[in-house]
């Protein structure tokens, strides 16, 4: 029994071992992959006579790609989801309501946003410390960003359900304006504040095209989102990537938001980064 128990647990460390090195280094390539590639406004493409993956797209909406055989990866423009550092009150509190908020979309807004600011006052609805010291709980808010996804579902009004549905569509990374080409329904639902009829004819148009301008915008769903600042219907340089090994049950996962801006000392930052 002693020798079995041993045998299994050396093939799972190996099975383990491999899929670091596999997801390690497809994340090298990947970065290749990224920093020599043209960005649209759906995906990134890279030169046809590249043969450093089969790969040739890499979508930004979060669709998951094969990278080889068992190892998928996945990119996010923050332009395409709710950041909750370049907060944006209404979607953000859209995207809460529709998950099921419980008519308290609102407090969980006030209260984020008590959360995150420096100082000891309320807003309506919100909770600064003496909230949490009342409910018994052995934590207070960070006045302070967020120093990690997870920490949102612990504000008042928030639990663990309620932010198992919202999570996919959250990032901590900036985001520069906003990019309905590569939004999942939710966000565009909760970003432009329409609703199930016009997102599904928003949808058909995409499917043939990409959006690139208010006028396209406006005819389609009547809402303009374009302001003097910003970038807007094209991806932000900041890119959230998952890379997974093991299929179909995954062993290694590495997740790391990117900023894909260069500068003469780095080709690119890397502003969080997770391995699971």
Do not use: C
């Amino acid at each position: 029994w002693l020798v079995k128990e041993h045998l299994k647990a050396a093939e799972a460390l190996r099975k383990k071992t491999e899929a670091i090195l596999k997801a390690r280094s497809s994340y090298d390539t990947l970065i290749y992959l990224i920093l020599n590639g043209r960005m649209s406004q759906r995906e990134i493409r890279w030169a046809a006579n590249d043969d450093v993956s089969s790969l040739k797209t890499l979508p930004l909406d979060g669709q998951k790609v094969s990278l080889s055989d068992d190892v998928s990866v996945q990119a996010k423009d923050s332009n395409g989801m709710v950041s909750l550092v370049s907060i944006h009150s209404g979607a953000l509190e859209r995207l809460v309501q529709k998950a099921g908020g419980n008519g308290n979309a609102s407090g969980i807004l006030s209260s984020y946003l008590d959360w995150i600011d420096t100082d000891p006052f309320v807003r309506v609805n919100g909770a600064e410390a003496f909230y949490y010291q009342g409910e018994g709980l052995p934590y207070g808010p960070r006045n302070y960003a967020l120093q990690y996804q997870e920490e949102f579902q612990l504000i008042k009004g928030m639990n663990k359900e309620l932010y198992r549905q919202i999570e996919p569509h959250l990032t901590l990374l900036p985001s520069l304006g906003f990019n309905p080409n590569t939004a999942s329904d939710e966000v565009l639902m909760a970003y432009l504040n329409i609703d199930e009829n016009t997102l599904k004819g928003l949808r058909e148009y995409m499917s043939k095209k990409p959006l690139s301008s208010d006028m396209e915008l406006f005819a389609i769903t009547g809402r303009k989102i374009a302001t003097d600042e910003g970038v807007y219907f094209f991806p932000s340089p900041f890119i959230e990537v998952i890379v997974s090994a093991g299929e179909p049950k995954k062993l290694y996962q590495i997740r790391a938001g990117l900023d894909t801006r260069q500068n003469p000392r780095f080709p690119y930052g890397i502003l969080y980064w997770r391995e699971e």
